[in-house]
């Protein structure tokens, strides 16, 4: 059983539009990450959120923090296929990380 | 980029061989960690380096040794290679530990047939 639940597992969609990929669990973070993976490289961080509620946004991105801290999401407006990559959430209980299994986004031209 | 590299980047064995993976550091981060990456599973920690020769285990650490005797330096050992050791190994470095940015390297490819 995987500390972090991510869905989709797999998302394909064409360039323009809008999507959103999650990230559950059933513990309480202090603090939640979300990383993106090009094929052949490491993860890249792309921000952290810690405060229930808290709404960050990275250009076309916006990543949300459930009320209770068990729960993220990445929202994804207009897709572009600079978009494409493997979409990781992380938390950091007692200094060690744990991953969840990742989202594979796929934006078509 | 953060200063990462880790070598070597493609390695196949053969099942029972050990086989140790380089991860040098040019930041002078604290921290540095060891995961391994399949598919279905994300990144999985196996250990962690959060100082000279102090190593703590990660997930899923049996069947994996590490050592840290410099700073920049942290190796990671499979004593007598497996199978099921198949898999794309990251190293990671944080300036602290907790919720602070992870640098990753660019991977080692390790078949072990």
């Known amino acids: 059983t995987q500390l972090l639940e991510q869905s989709p597992q797999f998302l394909s969609i064409q360039e323009g539009e809008n999507l959103t990929v999650y990230c559950n669990s059933s513990s309480v973070f202090s603090s939640l990450q979300w990383y993106r993976q090009e094929p052949g490289e490491g993860p890249v961080l792309l921000v952290t959120?810690?405060?229930?509620?808290e709404v960050k946004k990275l250009k076309r991105l916006t990543f949300q923090f459930g009320d209770a801290r068990k729960d993220s999401s990445l929202h994804i407006t207009a897709a572009q296929p600079g978009d494409t990559g493997l979409y990781l959430c992380?938390?950091?209980?007692?200094?060690?990380?744990?991953f969840g299994s990742g989202t594979k986004l796929n934006v078509k031209p | 980029d953060a200063g990462i590299t880790q070598s070597p980047r493609h390695k196949v064995t053969e099942t029972g061989t050990p086989v140790t993976l380089r991860c040098h550091q040019t930041?002078?981060?604290?921290?540095m960690y060891w995961y391994r990456q399949d598919p279905g599973h994300g990144l999985r920690l196996i250990h962690y380096?959060?100082?000279?020769?102090?190593?703590d285990k990660g997930e899923v650490s049996d069947g994996y040794s590490v050592s840290r005797s410099k700073t920049e330096d942290f190796l990671l050992t499979l004593e007598s290679a497996t199978s099921s050791q198949t898999s794309v190994y990251f190293c990671a470095i944080s300036e602290t530990g907790g919720s602070y940015e992870q640098y990753f390297g660019p991977g080692t490819r390790l078949t072990v047939t």
């Open positions: 380096s959060y100082g000279v020769k102090d190593t």
């Open positions: 992380a938390t950091v209980p007692f200094n060690k990380f744990y």
């Open positions: 959120v810690v405060t229930g509620g």
């Open positions: 930041e002078n981060h604290r921290y």
